[in-house]
């Protein structure tokens, strides 16, 4: 296993109380896995992929352990878990086109980072450099500010940056939100492109648009108010969903081909719950067709149902 | 970067022009005639037609009998020639010599002042943002100094340094008994009689930029690049490094904007001190109304602050990357 | 291949640091607050408010302010007449009956002290005030129109920001025979606001790229109401903030005006007490009492209004509460 997760909880302080936003998330990825993560925002998946790397300003850590490769990951000891940042754990920001310095050249910036490492650039600049050519950039980029490159490219770049010292788990956090679909589908590709190369052992793609994780990744988790509602590969997934939450998102998808007389598009009516109290029981009964009494009482664990394929309803159980 | 400095060139050959237009226009508007005031002012008891005679030679010496036009190619002509009238208080003295003897007075206090607490207030700004300790002291003491008038902090530390402990003499560009020359104890003089209202400026503007690179190291701290670098692992010590210098950039272009008012600091601070610098000047060119003195100043004071400013803007594009590069028009 | 920026977009790249960094009448770093968006803005009133009492800067600051203003509005009750009549005995110390003490000449010294304090807030109101609606106006102007208007009015804030206001104010007020409180006020007003302009052009460029705001020039809003309606209660808070900083300079200008002697004519006020203090050797003869007061006023009130501006600064700016 790469990376084991057991009831994770990560909450965020408020002055009205703790959010809890992560509220105990079990799960499991293989090497070599791609792990799409979806969810409606506010869902905790960003938390969960931050928190795997670092827990800062309001978050805090209060229960549930991470293992990675075996070795459990420090994650609330920010001084410990330095050394696994970078070369073991990396993530690519959601404010990946700002994250560069912009008074440095970029050549100069990876480096400088690359030296905290004890890593010479002398002797990685060849493969940086091949990386950068690979994700579309020309090679003099090195050589250029932040403020003459465009969006994409910058993304690009720190896309580059955040693999070169080929860590075991990459999380790429909602990178294809702010782009145009045509450059979501190159990014995404090159997601993958990374994984088959082996800059990347595994990932966790967050991201609140799935169908970009139908493309490229091997298993898909649902995320709702804090929990795992479902978990699959992604075949399964698409195919015989089991959560009436993950049910409902499916097919609020548009499909190529079909006419809205056909068939109507349908949302979800209703808004997640609020985090500072959340209601006893399953979280999403409110919005749930299928809800019974039983949701209402206790929280339907999440237990796997067919190899692979784990979900948290009374319902689908 | 040449249409960057020609621009900031016009702005300034701009500004100069705008005000010495209205300096020289001033005058000339104000109610009142100011040749007449003079006259009445320099009170020599003299009879009603003695008067009239001064008035004329007057009106005659300003060219206030030519059309307006001329008058002001005049006043530019004489401008270019280094001609800024000439004193009347000072009785005759050329206004330009007046005041050049002036202005080493004050720059010896302006240039330590500005450049010292500038480099120091900085530094101490981003250690304050660094340990807590530090900066619950920097931080009110810092406030306090910047919200403290120039002259009150002149005069109580010539109050309090000068008058009760005596260590420093309170007035004076060195002292009474002696004359300038260049001996060990007169420059010892100097810099006694310098010491108190150097101090005074460089504490004012000292708070000032302690509390503002704190705040703009905070604002760094917490930029994307900044938590960039941190989910990467690095170091404080580098995230600190690219902090200090992204967040010394503004605190340049502050200079700059800053010059106007520590100059007028700088005076009223020399008035406090009599230090025999424009400061003193400007109080007796008040105090005696002689207009040529004040509006020589005036003049001065621009200029100076204009080249300093251009200076300043020189300072940011060396220290600034992105200039020279979005300037020059990148490349492809 | 590579996005490369005019000049124009360079200066304003370096511009909105600019803008934190202050400007005349606003010392070193003590900044406008950073260009920041619509989603950042506060929520309702009563979070707002909640905030206040709980923030001990500004508690802390608004005290003080109080106490100044009671001083200024109450004070001359106390001591009612001419501030500047001859009264007690020659430079005396403070006592119960002057508790300020007198002058060289005898004059109260706690009456002119709670005079000059009106004078200073009514100044600092009046110069603050016109500096503020000057600024904001051009810096509206100059951000939501951009283009030529901008280049003009740019150059305009430009001009008036090099020049230093005292040599300005020197040769304006020295030829003037009489000088009252408000010229005074006009003076600073007319030329300590480019800053605030700069601060609120950069502020409405940011904003005026929003989406709330295309939506409202799309539904065929005029451009007047659009920047009253959408942009400006973005930015309220930026605006107060703008101007309680306009507020605080305003008060340091006329101190140093009223210290060279260029202050209204009539009148009392802090800067000229300390200008006589100095003029009749106060510090030689050690006359503590005359010119320390309305030193620590001015530092005080300057002081609160910085202080009030960063507390301030924090409760809008959710960020900055973390520090």
Known sequence: MSLQVTDLRVYYRTLAGDVKALDGVTLGIADGEIMGLAGESGCGKSTFGNSLIRIEGRMKHVGGTVTLDGVPLPIDDQREMDHFRFAEVSIIPQYAMSALNPTRKIGKMVAELLATRGVRYRDAREELERRIVLVGLSRDVLDRYPIELSGGMKQRMVMVVSTLLDPSLLIADEITSALDVSSQRAVAQTLVEFRDRGFVKSMIVVTHDVSILYQISNTLAIMYAGKLAEKAPTEVMMSRPRHPYTRLLISSLPEIGVRFEEQRLSGIPGTPPSLLNPPTGCRFRDRCPLAIAKCAEEEPPFVEIEPGHSVACWMAT | MRRYFGRKLLVYGLTFFIAATIDWLIPRFMPGDPVQSLVSRQGFGLSAAGSQALVDYYNRLFGLGRPIWEQYLNFWVSLLHG???????????????????AVPYTLALLIPAILLSWWLGNNFGALAARRKWLDNVVLPIGYIFTATPYMWLAIIVAWVFGFILNIFPISGGYSYSMEPSLTLGFLGSLLSHWFMPFISLFLVQFGGWAIGMRNMIIYELDADYSRYLGALGAPSGLVRRYAFRNAVLPQVTGLALQLGVIV???????IVFSYPGIGKLLLAAIQNEDFFLLQGIFLFVIGGVLIANFLVDIAYVLVDPRTRVGMSGGTA | MTATRPADDAQLAVTPDAERAGGQGVPGGLSAPPVRGA????????????FVLRSRKVIVAAAILVVMIVLAVVGPILRPGDPNALVGPLASPPSADYWFGTTTFGQDIFAQFVAGLGASFLVGLAGGGLAAVIGVVIGFVAGYRGGIVDEILSMLTNVVLVIPTLALLLVATAYLAARGLLVEAAFIGLTSWPWAARAIRAQTFSLKSREFVDLARIS????????????????????????????????????????????????????????????WSALQLGLWWWFVPPGIAITAIVGALYVMNVGLDEIFNPRLRES
């Open chain 3, 39 to 50: 989603s950042e803005a506060v929520g309702s009133r009563r979070e707002i408010l909640y």
């Open chain 2, 83 to 101: 001609d800024l009238g000439r004193s009347v208080y000072l009785t005759g003295r050329p206004v330009t010599s007046v005041i050049m003897s």
């Open chain 3, 220 to 279: 065929g809003v005029s451009s007047w109401r659009v920047i009253f309606g959408e942009i400006a209660p973005n930015m309220s808070s930026y605006l107060f903030l703008t101007f309680v900083l306009l507020f605080g300079g305003a008060i340091l200008i006329a101190a140093s005006l009223d210290f060279i002697g260029l202050g209204p004519t009539d009148g009392t006020s802090l800067g000229l007490m300390m200008y006589n203090a100095v003029a």
């Open chain 2, 264 to 270: 007028s600091g700088a005076l009223v601070t020399e």
